[in-house]
């Protein structure tokens, strides 16, 4: 089986080449485009290893890569009224990748992640390859039945399910993702998608398995289906998402399937004055005993984010805030986020972040050093869980670094 390095090893092999007689002239070689020894366009440039629209078969060849680290201390009081606390530091994220465009209309994208970090519960990390964070191959078309782009792509997908998903973990605006967000967001597939693009309208249809593997799993284990629309709303975007499992873990026992039977997300963001604002409602059935290991697991859930931010000095520092609602029917429906407030290293019992109700009020700061690119992040979240033992609530006071090119 092809690497995606032995594909795009094949593919430089290929462009360069030579054409006899004179109906291909030799394409000329782009460079990357010079950074004028800016430390900050160097984070745009130094990945930029080829590109050149008039190259027959490669167009592009370019390498990527993302590094965060962050650090939390935790203090709260647990189901037992026993307060706990702990200061954790991990890699959050460590990929590194590349993508390629040939033959006028396919893309090959790949990276991998590169860090196991298990500091959250009182373990260590490894540095090295752990396992495909995305590999798909993709084939596209303008001006196609209507449509402006057709995309048709398969592979390891990361599928974008609510708001926060939408937003990469390289520009999102808190340290982390909500946890109704990492609810409904959840996995790796190995599947197909097809993409639709017409005016300010952006569709997706997919359909994919559920097979845990590293790289690209069978496509017969496990069966989803996959919606998202999103569309220009008057001043603001709209996006909807829906993705539903066909088959139970009973039917399945060697899927990795999502941990729900279906969910559908409906989100609006725009821009007031001088403020962003974001709202996303979710509502979803955790599924029967093929989905849960405790019918207290069961039944439908929902919820809702609201995101408000402004930047106190343009494009350097913003302030972000995020309120979080999510419950559920059952005693057990809806889960914390890993970080850190179940994290096994505090040692305080929160019932493992499951319970019925929960609330959550985030406040930060995001210092852009070079845009996007660099970025320093500093945040509080005060989380509150009610669960079949009892309540608990945490404080947690974050800050972290962010960097990609």
Not at 3 to 11: C, E, M, R
Not at 93 to 105: E, H, P, T, V
Request: with cysteine.
């Amino acid at each position: 089986m092809f690497t995606s390095s032995a594909l795009v090893s094949a593919a430089i092999a290929v462009s360069g080449v030579a054409t006899a007689g004179d109906e291909i002239a030799p394409a000329p070689a782009a460079l990357a485009p010079s950074n004028n020894g800016s430390w900050c366009d160097g984070f745009k440039t130094v990945g930029k290893f080829y590109s050149n629209d008039n190259d027959p078969f490669i167009q592009e060849l370019k390498f990527f890569g993302r590094l965060q680290w962050q650090a939390a201390h935790i203090n709260g009081d647990d189901v037992n009224g026993d307060s706990f606390s702990d200061t954790i530091d991990d890699y959050r994220r460590m990929r590194f990748g590349a993508q390629i465009k040939f033959l006028n209309s396919f893309k090959l994208k790949g990276n991998l992640n590169l860090v196991d970090e298990d500091a959250k519960d009182g373990g260590g990390r490894e540095f090295g390859y752990q396992n495909w964070d995305q590999l798909k191959l993709s084939y596209s078309k303008k001006d196609v039945a209507g449509f402006d782009e057709v995309s048709l792509t398969y592979g390891r997908h990361k599928v974008k399910v609510g708001h926060e998903s939408h937003t990469s973990s390289k520009k999102i605006k808190t340290v982390e993702r909500s946890p109704l967000s990492n609810k409904i967001y959840d996995g790796r597939w190995t599947g197909f998608s097809l993409g639709l693009e017409r005016g300010s309208w952006e569709g997706t249809l997919g359909y994919f398995s559920q097979d845990e593997s590293e790289a690209l799993g069978s496509i017969s284990k496990g069966s989803a289906f996959y919606l998202s629309s999103q569309h220009e709303v008057g001043d603001g975007s709209l996006i909807f998402d829906v993705f539903y499992n066909v088959d139970g873990s009973e039917e399945e026992p060697d899927a990795e399937l999502a941990n729900y039977h279906w969910v559908a997300s409906l989100a609006y963001e725009r821009q007031i004055a001088n403020w962003n604002l974001m709202l996303n409602a979710v509502y979803g059935d955790n599924g029967d005993s093929d989905y849960q290991s405790k019918t207290s697991r069961e039944g439908n859930f929902y919820g809702l984010v609201i995101m408000p931010s402004t930047y106190l000095i343009e494009d350097k520092l913003e302030f972000a805030a995020r309120y979080t609602y999510m419950a559920s029917e059952e005693d057990e429906g809806i889960r914390t986020n890993s970080r850190y407030f179940r994290a096994k290293a505090h040692g305080g019992d929160v019932n493992s972040g499951r319970g019925d109700s929960y609330h959550s009020i985030y406040a930060g700061l995001n210092w852009y050093l070079c845009g996007q690119n660099s970025k320093i992040m500093v945040g509080a979240e005060y989380e509150t869980l009610d669960t079949p033992k009892g309540d608990a609530d945490a404080t947690t006071l974050w800050t972290a670094y962010r960097m990609y090119f």
